[in-house]
T-cell receptor, first 112, second 112 residues
Framework: GENVEQHPSTLSVQEGDSAVIKCTYS??????FPWYKQELGKGPQLIID?????GEKKDQRIAVTLNKTAKHFSLHITETQPEDSAVYFC???????????FGKGTSLLVTP | DAGVIQSPRHEVTEMGQEVTLRCKPI?????LFWYRQTMMRGLELLIY????????DSGMPEDRFSAKMPNASFSTLKIQPSEPRDSAVYFC??????????FGPGTRLTVL
């Protein structure tokens, strides 16, 4: 089955700096890669996703890049703000059923 | 839309008792997912349904766990008998014919 590895497990940055979280996956059939943000006491919320026919996608301060050859994808947050502090999860799935396989999460702390 | 609704939000029970978690997906969504989240194992997919039919239950830990979806607007996850190692946050998520999954707020289960 699919195995998703996520690094780092914790990340601390100063407000205004950039943050990068990286994930690798094992199943070459995976073609959908979402990123979720989870705040304390809440369920994960989708913030951005990318499909395998695209190499990069951007939404304001958030961008995701995908390298299918190397089987890795990354989340980039620019101009970080304290409200970006949360746990971020990457995931991967193939079209066969939409089941998501999640990474273990990255706890991001943005200090003022 | 109220989003995915889960109840109860918190459940404390004693080992050996039956536990039933409930989920109401977003109206019109045809996929429903049950996840379990722990510090050690992260977010794990337990089972998912399409049009009320279970598609993949390979993530269900053991026979003590069962899930049903009697209609498009309701699903239950039952643990009988419960054990301390079942303590976790259980999430329900739903989606419509796509990979984007919307998560509920979760049920925090503590088994003493």
């Amino acid at each position: 089955g699919e195995n998703v590895e996520q690094h780092p497990s914790t990340l601390s940055v100063q407000e205004g700096d950039s943050a990068v979280i990286k994930c690798t996956y094992s199943d070459s059939a995976s073609n959908y890669f979402p990123w979720y943000k989870q705040e304390l006491g809440k369920g994960p919320q989708l913030i951005i996703d990318i499909r395998s026919n695209v190499g990069e996608k951007k939404d304001q301060r958030i961008a995701v890049t995908l390298n299918k050859t190397a089987k890795h994808f990354s989340l980039h947050i620019t101009e970080t703000q304290p409200e970006d502090s949360a746990v971020y999860f990457c995931a991967a799935s193939s079209n066969s059923g939409y089941a998501l396989n999640f990474g273990k999460g990255t706890s991001l702390l943005v200090t003022p | 839309d109220a989003g995915v609704i889960q109840s109860p939000r918190h459940e404390v029970t004693e080992m050996g008792q039956e536990v039933t978690l409930r989920c109401k997906p977003i109206s019109g969504h045809d996929y429903l997912f049950w996840y379990r989240q722990t510090m050690m194992r992260g977010l794990e997919l337990l089972i998912y349904f399409n049009n009320n039919v279970p598609i993949d239950d390979s993530g269900m830990p053991e026979d003590r766990f069962s899930a049903k979806m009697p209609n498009a607007s309701f699903s239950t996850l039952k643990i009988q008998p419960s054990e301390p190692r079942d303590s976790a946050v259980y999430f329900c998520a739903s989606s419509f014919d796509s990979n984007e999954q919307f998560f509920g707020p979760g049920t925090r289960l503590t088994v003493l």
